[in-house]
C-alpha cells in the first residue's frame, strides 16, 4: 500500500466532513454544467405515490467527472431521465449548460443501419449537410478507436465495440455533457476496464462534463473526481468523496480499492437503514 494513502483516504474523508451541504460541488473553472435544486420527482398519488427523488441539490462543473452510486431503486435512473428533459421534476429546479447525451447500459443502436450510419443519423439530426456526414462520421468513429469498422451493422460488433459507436454517436450529438447510466455494466472485465481508458481519455482531450451512474463503487472510484452516495428510496445524497488519487488509475490498484472501501462502508450504512 502506498505510504500516501493514509493522507489520501483522510483529504477525501474531510471533503465530506467538511461539506456544508451533502452532494454539494463549488463551480470548476468551466462554470456550473448542471445544477439541480431541491428536487424531487414522484410517481403515481395518494396511497399508490411513489417517491423516487427527494429533495436533491447537486452542482455538476463543467469539465468534472461525477460519478453517483447507490443501491437498485435509488432513483438514479429517474434522476438522469430528468437531467437529460426526458422527464419532470415534480418539485425543485434544473438547470443544464446544453443538450446532454444519454448513454444506457444498452447501446441502443439502429439494428438496419451499420455504424456509420448510426452515427450519420445523429449528424443528420444536427442539421449537418449531407456531404459532410460521412467524413465526420468516420471521424468520430476513428475518436472511438472504431476506424474501419463503418459497414459493420450491430450484430456485426462485439458489445464493447457497439458502446463505442454509442459513444460516437453521443459526440456527433455535440454534446459537452455525458449523461451515463451504467453503460459497462454488461461487459466483461477486460472490455470494461479498456472502456474506461477510452471515456478517461475522450474527457480530457474534449473538456466533457461527465455525470456517470454506476452500482460499482470501484467503477466509480477509478474513473471520477468525486463520488456522490445515494440513499435508498427515495434518493438523496447522503455523503460526497473526493478522489484525489493520481490518473491514470487501475481497478486493482491498492489506492482505488483502499478508497473504494469506504466509500462502499457509507453506501452499506444506507442499504442497511432501509433494510430495516
Known amino acids: 500500500m502506498s505510504n500516501a494513502l493514509p493522507s489520501i483516504l483522510d483529504q477525501a474523508t474531510r471533503t ?3 461539506a456544508a451541504v451533502p452532494a454539494s460541488a463549488s463551480a470548476t473553472t468551466g462554470g456550473v454544467a448542471i445544477e439541480l435544486r431541491d428536487v424531487s420527482k414522484a410517481f403515481g398519488s395518494g396511497a399508490d405515490r411513489l417517491v423516487a427523488v427527494d429533495g436533491l441539490s447537486l452542482a455538476v462543473g463543467g469539465g468534472d467527472f461525477l460519478c453517483l452510486v447507490g443501491a437498485s431503486g435509488c432513483g438514479k435512473t429517474t434522476l438522469l431521465n430528468m437531467i437529460a428533459g426526458l422527464d419532470k421534476a415534480t418539485s425543485g429546479t434544473i438547470r443544464v449548460e446544453g443538450q446532454p447525451a444519454l448513454i444506457f ?5 439502429f439494428p438496419w443501419l451499420t455504424a456509420r450510419g448510426n452515427v450519420e443519423l445523429a ?4 442539421g449537418v449537410p449531407r456531404r459532410d456526414r460521412r467524413p465526420q462520421a468516420e471521424e468520430l468513429l476513428g475518436r472511438v478507436h472504431l476506424a474501419g469498422f463503418g459497414e459493420r451493422r450491430p450484430h456485426e460488433l462485439s458489445g464493447g465495440m457497439r458502446q463505442r459507436v454509442a459513444l460516437a454517436r453521443a459526440l456527433a450529438q455535440d454534446a459537452r455533457i455525458l449523461l451515463m447510466d451504467e453503460p459497462f455494466g454488461a461487459l466483461d472485465a477486460m472490455t470494461r476496464d479498456l472502456l474506461h481508458d477510452e471515456l478517461e481519455r475522450l474527457w480530457r482531450e474534449l473538456g466533457l462534463t461527465i455525470l456517470f451512474v454506476t452500482h460499482n463503487v470501484r467503477e466509480a472510484v477509478r474513473l471520477g473526481e468525486r463520488v456522490i452516495v445515494l440513499s435508498s428510496r427515495p434518493g438523496r445524497a447522503v455523503a460526497e468523496f473526493a478522489v484525489p488519487l493520481p490518473r491514470p488509475r487501475r481497478l486493482e490498484a491498492p489506492d482505488v480499492s483502499a478508497l473504494a472501501s ?3 462502508e457509507r453506501l452499506g450504512e444506507e442499504v442497511r437503514l432501509h433494510a430495516r
Open 16 to 18: 465530506v466532513a467538511e
Open 105 to 109: 447500459q444498452e447501446a441502443g443502436l
Open 123 to 126: 449528424l443528420q439530426l444536427r
Open 262 to 264: 469506504v466509500v462502499r
